[in-house]
């Protein structure tokens, strides 16, 4: 069964960093590309960053370029995603996806909770 699993969420301040973790199971991960998405409470789902394959390329959203950091390890089925200076306005469920181009399948995880609050 295909499946990806984040972790890492948590309560921070503002300023503070967290690290998101996403395992990925049951299928050819380095055969995905892979993505975080976040939805806070009240608006739609929305790409935070994206990683190919073999990390050739990554894409962030304007609102979080300079602070988070998207990377992966494709032998141990791991995508990270790295925020630092935290705001507010990060508060959200944070989500991890696989991607395959040639199935067009799309794997989704059931989601980690970040607040930032003082």
């Known amino acids: 069964q295909a499946q990806v699993q984040e972790s890492g969420g948590g309560l921070v301040q503002p300023g503070e960093s967290l690290r998101l973790s996403c395992l990925a199971s049951?299928?050819?991960?380095?055969?995905?590309?892979m993505s975080w998405h976040r939805q806070a409470p009240g608006k739609e789902r929305e790409l935070v960053a994206a990683?190919?394959?073999?990390?050739?390329?990554?894409r962030y959203a304007d609102s979080v370029k300079g602070r988070f950091t998207i990377t992966r390890d494709n032998a141990k089925k791991l995508v990270y995603l790295q925020m630092n200076n935290l705001k507010p306005e990060d508060t959200a469920v944070y989500y991890c996806?696989?991607?395959?181009?040639?199935?067009?399948?799309?794997?989704w995880g059931q989601g980690t909770t970040v607040t930032v609050s003082s």
């Open positions: 996806k696989g991607y395959n181009r040639w199935s067009n399948s799309e794997i």
């Open positions: 990683i190919t394959m073999a990390s050739e390329v990554r």
């Open positions: 049951g299928f050819t991960f380095n055969m995905y590309a």
